[in-house]
């Protein structure tokens, strides 16, 4: 059996199909927003799993047990993030390539840094993630008519607010 790849499945129309009282204008927007934090899920997830495995130093084992938790969250997050997406009639980006295209968080650099920096580089992007998604927050409730996703957001921002606070308890008091 040869699979046709020409068959193309057209997301606008999947988009239309959808009836839930958000216009297809409104959710096209959404669901490019909420691929964008995808992507940005995405990059703190593989951040955060690669600290886990390379974390060094008198902090060993209480980081690379919070990272575990850490990312793992983050992996939820990011299902729930991508099924809102197909909630919408959108399609969710699921590819390396994409996620990379579409984050606006900074790769990690190839040389490791020592402990403290990977928990100061993880707190700062976790308050860029923050601090973009009360601004979405705002615009799907109040210009583009979804609570659902605002609500949504909400709960990832409060997942994110935690982990800040988390990673600031480490850089606060003594130095290690
Ligand atoms: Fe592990």
Same mark, same amino acid.
């Given at each position: 059996m040869t699979l046709n790849t020409d068959v193309k499945v057209d997301v606008n129309q999947e988009l239309d199909f959808v009836n839930i009282g958000i216009t297809t204008d409104n959710r096209?927007?959404?669901?490019? #927003?909420? %691929? %964008?934090?995808? &992507?940005?899920?995405? $990059?703190?997830?593989?951040?955060? !799993? %690669?600290?886990?495995? %390379?974390?060094?130093?008198? $902090?060993? &084992?209480?980081l690379h047990l919070l990272f575990e938790e850490q990312y793992n969250s983050l992996q939820e997050t990011a299902d729930e993030i991508a099924e809102r997406v197909r909630m919408l009639g959108g399609e969710a980006i699921g590819t390396l390539t994409l996620f990379l #295209? !579409?984050? !606006?968080?900074?790769?990690s650099p190839l040389d490791q840094p020592n &402990?403290?920096? $990977? @928990?100061?580089?993880?707190? #700062?992007?976790?308050?860029?993630?923050?601090?973009?998604?009360?601004?979405?927050?705002? @615009?799907?409730?109040?210009?583009?008519?979804?609570v659902g996703t605002a609500d949504l957001l909400t709960g990832v921002m409060r997942m994110h607010e935690k982990i800040a606070w988390m990673l600031r308890a480490h850089l606060q008091?003594? &130095?290690?």
């Open positions: 096209q927007h959404i669901v490019e #927003e909420l %691929n %964008n934090l995808l &992507a940005d899920e995405h $990059m703190l997830y593989t951040k955060t !799993r %690669n600290f886990h495995w %390379n974390v060094t130093g008198p $902090m060993f &084992a209480s #295209e !579409r984050t !606006r968080l900074p790769e &402990a403290r920096t $990977m @928990v100061g580089r993880l707190l #700062e992007d976790h308050e860029s993630v923050i601090n973009q998604l009360r601004q979405d927050i705002d @615009v799907c409730t109040n210009r583009l008519d979804d008091g003594e &130095a290690w």
